[in-house]
């Protein structure tokens, strides 16, 4: 019987040490058609909220823009790639949630944490007039 009981106690003390562990990050960015590869001259601009459990993995986003020169017809996060890199779409935002604000959830697998963590992500929102992207921003770490 005491043997179950310290079995139990070294269970909880387990899963009391992973839940302490456990932390939300959050990071943001502004879009801007100056961050675009290539660079253009979209007056459109944005700003992505990000935050991430790192328990769950889970993603939340809330993306808000104005200005752009149409429609949002895609939108995603890439990765991995630094500033002026491309790289391909890793969460896209479902073609029903484009309108603004963009909002939305993913799990993410252990590398793409890494990614996010390490400034490797970035989200674009892509227009009918720019189809390679009208405005970017590289995601950062938030206080």
Do not use: C
């Amino acid at each position: 019987m005491q043997g179950r009981w310290i079995v139990v106690a070294a269970a909880v003390a387990v899963f009391a040490a992973g839940a302490a562990s456990a932390e939300t990050l959050r990071f943001s960015t502004n879009l801007k058609g100056a961050d675009e590869t290539p660079p253009n001259d979209s007056a459109g601009v944005g700003h992505v909220s990000v935050t991430l459990d790192t328990a769950s993995k889970v993603l939340k986003y809330k993306v808000t823009y104005s200005g752009l020169t149409g429609p949002a017809v895609a939108a995603h996060f890439h990765g991995p790639a630094g500033p002026g890199q491309d790289a391909p779409p890793v969460v896209p935002v479902p073609t029903k949630d484009l309108t603004n604000p963009m909002r939305g959830e993913a799990t993410l697998t252990i590398e793409q944490v890494g990614q996010l963590e390490g400034g490797k992500w970035y989200f674009n929102i892509h227009t009918a007039a720019h189809p390679g992207g009208e405005v970017r921003g590289q995601l950062e770490e938030a206080p």
